[in-house]
């Protein structure tokens, strides 16, 4: 048992920067996933090492990612359990099935990749919003969104170092086939400076996917949402939900958004932000129960919300209201 590793625990993320050319790199605080299931298997464990570190480092704009596996000390021993001949694991093999081709396991080659990444690396895609954020010391960050689709190749390869992150953080998340052009992928940037010398930061993403919706609309599904662990709670997620609220509803061919199997922070954030537009446009004014079908099928169709979702705003609304 000394030899077996929870590989959850044992791996630990880092995102690399480099804010200007005179700066030297800096590193994140690192980050564990929350979970190494879909690669490592139902226990989360790999047998075989003693002391073992997982480290996986990303340039904070290109993604270009670092590998690093560490032990104390590898079981070279011979044994038998249950389930046949014991050896040590193969993590490198394990974790190539989910890391892109062009992988590093050279720590100074990666951070000259940084270095010239900071200089050259642009966001793939079309810009779509831009926010601000002021810091604790009064400072502004920007942020900006963009949306692609795999209809761009280069975006490809971007994805495929990215997409390992859903795994990690979205429970029951598996890869999107990257050669469905109608996948919509919008990513969030933080940008440090101005004009063409700004440096980018990848932040989260979202993917959605327009289904067809008889006779002749599309419902909007967002499949994958995810703010990376350093940046969560600095209300990233809600501008980004915010944003894509305002592109799908304002599309006339969109009746509906709806979510892929939503965990329980997102459908908070989700309830929050539904609920501030409802307000905002005065939705539930006059509303009492008990409530009218045609007024949840009105509120449904001008918000284009998912009628379960519609009752569940209108529901907190009337609660909110009770004395
Ligand atoms: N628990 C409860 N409430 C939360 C949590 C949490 N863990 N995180 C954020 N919130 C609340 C905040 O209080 C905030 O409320 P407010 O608007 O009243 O201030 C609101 O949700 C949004 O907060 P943000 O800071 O904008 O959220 P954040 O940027 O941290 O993003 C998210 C939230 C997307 C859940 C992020 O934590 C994340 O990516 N987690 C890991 C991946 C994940 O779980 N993704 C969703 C899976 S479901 C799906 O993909 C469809």
């Known amino acids: 048992s000394e030899f077996v590793s929870n590989t959850t625990e044992c791996t630990e993320l880092q995102l690399v920067r480099q804010s200007n050319a005179e700066e030297n790199s800096q590193e994140s605080e690192p980050f564990k996933p929350e979970f190494t299931y879909p690669i490592f298997g139902e226990q989360e464990t790999v047998f075989g090492y003693k002391g073992l570190q997982i480290k996986i480092n990303y340039a904070s704009g290109s993604l270009k990612t670092y590998l690093n596996i560490s032990y104390k000390e590898k079981f070279n021993g011979q044994g038998t359990n249950d389930t046949g001949v014991l050896e040590a694991a193969d993590i490198k093999g394990t974790l ?19 270095q010239e ?14 926010y601000k ?35 990690l953080f979205i429970e029951g998340s598996s890869y999107i086939d990257n050669e469905d052009e109608k996948w919509e992928i919008y990513t969030v940037f933080e940008k440090q400076g101005q ?29 994958q ?14 501008s980004l939900y915010q ?28 309830d929050k932000n539904d609920m501030r537009i409802l307000r905002d446009q005065h939705a539930f004014q006059g509303l009492q129960a008990p409530v009218p079908e045609e007024k949840i099928k009105e509120l449904q169709k001008r918000f284009k919300l998912t009628e379960r979702q519609i009752r569940r705003c209108v529901e907190m609304y009337l609660l909110s209201k009770l004395n």
């Not at 190539?96 to 940084?114: A, G, K, M, T």
């Open 96 to 114: 190539s099935e989910y890391l892109p081709s062009d992988v590093l396991s050279n720590y100074d080659e990666f951070i000259r990749i940084v």
């Open 117 to 130: 990444d900071a200089k050259t690396f642009k966001p793939l895609g079309e810009k779509m919003s831009e």
């Open 133 to 167: 954020v002021e810091t604790e010391d009064g400072d502004e960050e920007q942020y900006e969104i963009y949306r692609t689709t795999f209809s761009n190749t280069k975006f490809r390869s971007y994805h495929d170092r990215m997409q390992l992150f859903a795994l």
């Open 195 to 223: 004009n063409e010398s700004a440096v980018y930061h990848f932040v989260g993403y979202c993917t959605a996917y327009p289904f067809f919706c008889w006779p002749e609309n599309i419902r909007m599904r967002i499949s």
């Open 225 to 238: 949402f995810l703010i990376l662990p350093p940046y969560q709670k600095q209300g990233h997620g809600n």
């Open 243 to 270: 944003t894509l609220y305002c592109i799908f509803t304002t599309r006339n061919e969109v009746c509906e958004l709806t979510v892929e199997d939503p965990n329980e922070e997102f459908s908070n954030l989700r």
